[in-house]
Each structure stands twice: as structure tokens, then as C-alpha cells.
């Protein structure tokens, strides 16, 4: 079975904070995907990556940075957390391209006071 | 545009019932279609696509899909329903501006399944 697993289930930081979310898979997949989850809003792409060290911008890129050194993870960073970050964070992969279906992790609920 | 619509937030339907979740999407060119399903504090899990072949592709669970290229849909159907199979189910569509990468969730369906 694929498994992606993600570093946290439950964060609680501060405003300000540096904040990182790490994702691990273990499928050898090329792509890496992270989302935030919120109600009404469905998941929306921060950042994605296709390969080692490549990544791209999503359609909600603002006030987050990514990292893939290594192709079985994706770091995604919080630059300096603020409220309106508070969310539920999925990482997923998949190999090749759209046609292939995603792979999710269990999500880490972001909660930033 | 790359869309993809569920008019429902909201199925609720008893069990042994037959149920219905609907999606419609909105692409250039040939539609490739998922269906994901959430059940509580759990990531996504796939059920079901369709590239291309027969209009109704059977998945997980039971679950199986009509793709009407007429209508533009990709409705979610079960014969039987199960309070298990009570969860959020997000509709969702590949999106080919960005090389087939990205993939364009709906804004998810709750299915409420009553014993």
C-alpha cells in the first residue's frame, strides 16, 4: 500500500512562528502536492513539485515556501504564521501526470493563536 | 476554464437507500474526472476515475460513477447505502493548463447516511 505519512496530526503555534510541515512518501512518486482544507472552500494547491528540487506554485502560493531535496519528501514552510493560516494541511503524490489518482496523508491541523 | 461544480452541500439518504452525489465539470478538451471520499480526521482516499472507455466505471466500496459528456456530469452513485458510507466526498478534475499536474477539487459533498 502507498503511505504518506505527514510529521504532525496536531500543531498549535504563534503568530510570527516559523512553521514546518513535513510530508514522506514511500511509493518512489515523481509528484508531490501540498493543500489546505477549509469548509465550503474544498482543497486548494499551495505548491506542488514534479521532481527533486523543482517546484511550482499553486493557486494559493502567498505566505508559504516549499523545499524537495529528496524525492520521497516535501517540506512545506511557513514563513511567519498568522491566523488566517489556521487550517487542515493535506500532502499527497502521485505518479506521472493527472491521469493518475493522489495519494493522501492523514492531514496536520494547523491551529496558529 | 478548468471547473468543477457540486451543487449539494449537503445528501442525506437512508440506509439500504439508493444514493446519488452529483458533480459537474466544465474543461477544454477531454474530461478526466475523479472521485475522492473523506471520512473523519482521515485524509483522502480515491475511489474512482474516468480517462476514456465506458460512460460508468465502478470503484471502491460499491461506488460506482455515470459519466454524461452531454450533460457534463460525473454523478456518484451506490445501489445500497451504508451509515458507514457517511463521509465528505469531493468531486474533482484534472486541470491540463499546467501539463496535467494540478488537479481542481470541488468544494466537497457531506453524505449523511441514516440508519
Known amino acids: 500500500d502507498v503511505k504518506v505519512t505527514q510529521s504532525s496530526r496536531y500543531l498549535v503555534k504563534r503568530t510570527g512562528e516559523k512553521v514546518f510541515l513535513e510530508c514522506v512518501q514511500d511509493?518512489?512518486?515523481?509528484?508531490m502536492f501540498w493543500y489546505r482544507q477549509d469548509p465550503g472552500l474544498g482543497l486548494r494547491l499551495i505548491y506542488f513539485?514534479?521532481?527533486?528540487?523543482?517546484?511550482e506554485k499553486g493557486d494559493i502560493p502567498e505566505g508559504y515556501s516549499v523545499s524537495r531535496e529528496k524525492k520521497e519528501r516535501f517540506s512545506l514552510i511557513l514563513e511567519s504564521a498568522s491566523t488566517n493560516q489556521t487550517s487542515m494541511y493535506l500532502c499527497?503524490?502521485?505518479?506521472?501526470?493527472?491521469?493518475?489518482?493522489?495519494?493522501f496523508g492523514p492531514g496536520t491541523r494547523l491551529t496558529v493563536t | 476554464a478548468q471547473s468543477v461544480a457540486q451543487p449539494e452541500d449537503q445528501v442525506n439518504v437512508a440506509e439500504g437507500n439508493p444514493l446519488t452525489v452529483k458533480c459537474t465539470y466544465s474543461?477544454?478538451?477531454?474530461?478526466?474526472l475523479f472521485w475522492y471520499v473523506q471520512y473523519p480526521n482521515r485524509g483522502l482516499q480515491f475511489l474512482l476515475k474516468?480517462?476514456?472507455?465506458?460512460?460508468l466505471v465502478k470503484g471502491s466500496y460499491g461506488f460506482e460513477a455515470e459519466f454524461n459528456k452531454s450533460q457534463t456530469s460525473f454523478h456518484l452513485k451506490k445501489p445500497s447505502a451504508l451509515v458507514s458510507d457517511s463521509a465528505l466526498y469531493f468531486c474533482?478534475?484534472?486541470?491540463?493548463?499546467?501539463?496535467?499536474?494540478?488537479?481542481?477539487f470541488g468544494a466537497g459533498t457531506r453524505l449523511f447516511v441514516k440508519a
Open positions: 474516468y480517462i476514456t472507455g465506458d460512460n
Open positions: 511509493m518512489d512518486h515523481e509528484n
Open positions: 474543461v477544454s478538451g477531454n474530461p478526466y
Open positions: 474533482a478534475v484534472r486541470d491540463i493548463r499546467t501539463g496535467g499536474f494540478k488537479t481542481i
Open positions: 513539485s514534479y521532481d527533486v528540487k523543482m517546484k
Open positions: 499527497a503524490s502521485s505518479p506521472g501526470t493527472g491521469l493518475y489518482e493522489q495519494y
